[in-house]
């Protein structure tokens, strides 16, 4: 462990201190040790409050005889820190990464423990008598002297008439993450967070929680409550003795600093009474990797028949996450219930820990995989429905290497197919995520100086999920050191190193593409991604964070109550160029009021932009945002009486949109990660242009890249929008930034579209190159279904990249809709394949008008369905009738021009791009008209006595 420099400084006028001398620790404990080690510590107890090196507000304030504060976790994590280190013996208080674990390690136990939808907390109580030296002390010149570089006290002043008592008491239950969402809650007794002095003897607690006093002890160990409001407030009764006589006191603690704020506002969430079907359900029943909840789909009879199965988001182990939580966030727009009332039985799955490596939980997510095909085989043998895999952030991540593990696992040993059609990561960091570089030598830093909080967020920084997903991370960054400077040379740690290269070269086979970006994506799945950084803005466009940007700075003195210091931070956005500064940390503090102790840390990095200023979801917790993980500026100002100036108030860049779509690396290797998506042809989004169909004009590759595209991206089609939402916060981000919620319509209908569209077009596809080739028995069964029709072709859709949809010898199709299935040129069935269609109407289909509807009743939306419908009308080739009055453009797509017939030679027709400029305008004065048009996505207008008819036209 590098050691932190410790400068005794000459102080004018103090007699006997004549020289400089130069100190080395690496703890707070050391520094009190040598200050004050010459003092007698059975004169005050092994207890000397002025050991600590920081300060607490609420500790501040009882030194005073101010016990009116009200304890949250946090402050009750640095008041037990503050009054450990000022312990000469250590085996009174823990150190705080050994607090931290145990606290992690009660949440692990806790969630094994319940089955109920309720969050477990343990309860966290300090009593301590401590000795404080009389701080009038530090008036009188002579009344210490420094000995071989320790404090020691004047011989004509008595030392037992230098100290004074103070209680210190504090109560508080130890959520670390409030915003848990659950309605009701459990206290529960650990008598690792009962701390209290070697002269104090606890002889009972009562807890109030609402509803009387109840006992809380070992052996009445769980106190149930309800969470009825934000901040609510508990009671303690505490019963102790203090040097043999009784004392009584009353403790105020938070039962919950902030519940899900939806909870209380009688938002949308209230539509939606019983969220999930079943939840907690265990798999497989006698292990705890897996729980899971489902919403069973439209007619499914309450049995998994359609799966769509969704991987959450990284949890720290100290989080707990709810059901309820959960199907709020996620079901934004309506999103979850909207798949269900389409016919799919939705399975929303939770890890625990919630922290796994990706290797490690997409290898649990593949057996999970294999548990519900055999479940959904089990409740409908005669049907075979695909599944659709969707996850939030590492939840895509899991999916990612589950699904290549189950593809290569199938293809060399025959093991059961994944049977998995559709895969959507969500903000998902394929190429990296970040956090910035000055948060980490924050944590770093105060991690290694006795800050419980800082101790916390660097416990979870180092765990597998956060090592695993990090871009740069400072486990696996060389720092070297050169008096005070720390230059950091910013590099993945070596777990994220290994899975890259696993993704890359461990699971390849027959059929995987190696020759574009596909290769370290399953092979077997239609991929799309969404995004929810803005598609055309950067961080400096938008928010106005430029390079080098200062944050935040602490430059003031402070008369504390342990003495005079001088603080003088700043933490500075990251920029190009060699040794660029992140982090500045210079301190002089005077212990004891008369000691002065210079600490001085300067952290930069070399040649490291980051992604701070990056198109991409942000995170408040990286900047200035309490809750865990805490920003560094809440760890500056938590040691700092809270002070400090902002210089930048927006928000930190957590996934760069370039992360979150899997644009080629080689694109942005200099650090240009501004990418616009519409400029370059990757995405069409111009919403409210009111020809433009929403699910065959935007969030698609543009086949103007009809054979490169893969180069550019892994993915089929992406999508992000105009707006950049906090990290998987879609709906919070609305609320808090007053954004326009209506953009969240279309992300959730690009996801609709792509599980089931209206109109399901299938092509570019073959069964039977899909699974293993060895196995001369082996079937691959498949079922489709669409609300209006199903149609099957080769140049059917620009939603896909063109091609035959082929059923070789071992494939198996079944499909059906309401209006029928139509097969058009390049629908191919070999001999031996079996393919069966028919019309059926299941009934099942996404909500007409309430589910269109913003979730909280603000907005009404129009159903582009309906506008989808009849841009397909011409599909139907079963009406004659109709076909004589229909619009026709052919060939269409096409790079050599395009035939225009009308269905008479009157009126007149205009033909405009996709931002609306016209094109081409004339009068109808022949039936067909032949045109041609620069590669793009253009709309033709026929305005005529009977009416308007649109028809969109793709030149390649």
């Not at 430059?555 to 700043?570: C, E």
């Amino acid at each position: 462990m590098k050691k932190l420099i410790l400068g005794l400084l000459l102080l004018v006028g103090f007699n006997g201190w004549g020289q400089k001398d130069t100190l080395e620790y690496t703890t707070a404990r050391e520094v009190a040790d040598v200050v004050f080690g010459l003092l007698d510590a059975e004169l005050y107890g092994n207890a000397l409050f002025d050991r600590s090196l920081s300060e607490h507000e609420l500790l501040i304030k009882q030194i005073k005889g101010d016990y009116s504060g009200i304890a949250d976790a946090y402050s009750w994590l640095q008041a037990y820190s503050d009054i450990g280190v000022s312990y000469t013996n250590p085996k009174y208080m823990l150190p705080d990464t050994l607090l931290i674990n145990k606290i992690t390690n009660s949440y692990l136990q806790y969630q094994r423990e319940s089955e109920e939808e309720k969050v477990i907390q343990p309860f966290g109580l300090l009593l301590h008598e401590m000795s404080k030296i009389d701080s009038n002390l530090y008036q009188k010149q002579n009344a210490f002297s420094n000995q071989r570089s320790q404090l020691k006290l004047n011989p004509a002043f008595d030392e037992k008439q230098i100290y004074s008592k103070v209680m210190f008491k504090d109560a508080a239950l130890l959520e670390l993450y409030g915003k848990h969402g659950y309605e009701g809650g459990i206290i529960k007794y650990n008598r690792d967070f009962i701390s209290t002095g070697p002269n104090i003897k606890l002889l009972s607690i009562q807890l109030d929680v609402g509803n009387g006093f109840q006992e809380f002890s070992e052996k009445n160990n769980k106190i149930n409550y309800r969470i009825v409001k934000d901040r609510q407030v508990g009671r303690a009764a505490v019963n102790y003795s203090l040097n043999g006589r009784n004392q009584n006191d009353t403790l105020s603690f938070y039962l919950t600093t902030e519940i899900y704020k939806y909870k209380n506002q009688g938002g949308y969430q209230e539509k939606s009474v019983n969220r999930w079907d079943k939840k907690n359900i265990k798999y497989p029943s006698d292990n705890h990797d897996i729980k899971y909840a489902i919403k069973y789909g439209c007619g499914n009879s309450n049995k998994i028949r359609r799966p769509v199965i969704i991987a959450p988001p990284y949890r720290p182990s100290i989080q707990n996450v709810s059901f309820r939580k959960y199907y709020d966030q996620f079901d934004f727009k309506s999103l979850i219930s909207s798949l269900s009332e389409m016919g799919y039985d939705v399975i929303f799955i939770k890890q625990t820990p919630g922290n796994r490596g990706i290797d490690h939980a997409g290898g649990i997510l593949a057996g999970f995989v294999k548990h519900i095909n055999q479940k959904k085989k089990e409740n409908f043998p005669n049907e075979n429905w695909e599944n659709i895999a969707i996850g939030f952030s590492a939840g895509g991540q899991h999916w990612r290497w589950a699904l290549k593990v189950l593809e290569k696992e199938h293809m060399e040993w025959g093991t059961p197919h994944h049977h998995t059609r559709l895969y959507i990561p969500f903000d998902s960091p394929h190429w990296g995520a970040n956090v910035p570089m000055f948060a980490q030598a924050v944590y770093y830093e105060f991690n290694r100086t006795w800050n419980p909080i800082a101790a916390a967020v660097y416990d979870n920084l180092k765990d597998a999920a956060s090592r695993s997903m990090l871009i740069n991370h400072i486990a696996g960054s060389t720092i070297s050191s050169s008096n005070s400077d720390r230059i950091i040379y910013p590099a993945p740690d070596v777990i994220r190193q290994n899975l890259m290269n696993n993704l890359e070269n461990s699971f390849n086979h027959q059929f995987t593409p190696i020759n574009d970006l596909r290769r370290t994506f399953p092979t077997f799945t239609r991929n799309v991604a969404v995004s929810t950084g803005h598609n055309s803005a950067d961080y400096n466009d938008e928010f106005g964070l430029s390079p080098g940007e200062k944050l935040f700075t602490q430059n003031y003195p402070i008369p504390a109550f342990i003495g005079w210091k001088h603080i003088n931070r700043r933490i500075n956005a990251s920029r190009e160029g060699t040794a660029s500064s992140v982090f500045k940390r210079r301190e002089i503090r005077m212990a004891a009021f008369i000691v002065p102790i210079l600490l001085h840390r300067h952290y930069k990095t070399n040649g490291a932009y980051e992604w701070d200023m990056a198109q991409g979801g942000y995170k408040n917790e990286f900047y200035d945002q309490w809750w865990f993980p805490v920003s560094p500026i809440v760890i500056l100002r938590t040691t700092g009486l809270f002070l400090g100036t902002k210089h930048y108030n927006g928000n930190m860049n957590f996934l760069p949109m370039v992360s979150a779509l899997g644009i080629n690396p080689t694109i942005w290797e200099n650090d240009d990660l501004y990418y616009n998506l519409k400029d370059e042809g990757l995405m069409y989004n111009e919403f409210n242009f009111d020809i433009n169909f929403p699910s065959n004009t935007y969030g698609y590759p543009n086949l103007a890249h009809p054979n490169t595209h893969f180069d550019i991206t892994p993915f089929e089609a992406i999508y992000c929008d105009p707006q950049t939402y906090q990290h998987i916060k879609m709906q919070e981000s609305v609320d808090d930034d007053d954004l326009d919620d209506t953009y969240l319509v279309h992300t959730r209908n690009f996801i609709l579209d792509e599980v089931e569209a209206d109109i399901v077009y299938l092509q570019n596809k073959t069964i039977g190159k899909n699974h293993i080739q060895w196995a001369p028995n082996y079937r691959y069964k498949a079922w489709y279904k669409a609300y209006d029709k199903v149609i099957i072709g080769d140049t059917i859709t620009p939603k896909t990249n063109l091609g035959p949809f082929i059923i070789e010898k071992t494939g198996e199709v079944n499909a059906y809709a309401c209006n029928g299935v139509v097969m058009k040129p390049g629908f191919h069935t070999q001999q031996g394949s079996k393919y069966h269609a028919f019309v059926h109407c299941d009934g099942c289909s996404r909500p007409r008008e309430q589910g269109m509807k913003t979730n909280n009743g603000q907005h009404n939306e129009k159903r582009a369905d309906e506008k989808q419908l009849m841009q397909a009308e011409d599909d139907n080739t079963n009406d004659e009738a109709r076909q004589k009055t229909v619009l026709k453009v052919y060939p269409n797509p096409s790079d050599k021009g395009f035939t225009i017939e009308f269905p008479e030679p009157e009126g007149s027709y205009i033909i405009t791009d996709t931002n609306g400029k016209i094109i081409k305008e004339n009068r109808v004065l022949s039936q067909t008209v032949f045109i041609e048009l620069p590669k793009g996505i253009y709309f033709l207008k026929w305005m005529s006595s009977n009416g308007v008819q649109t028809k969109k036209i793709i030149a390649l």
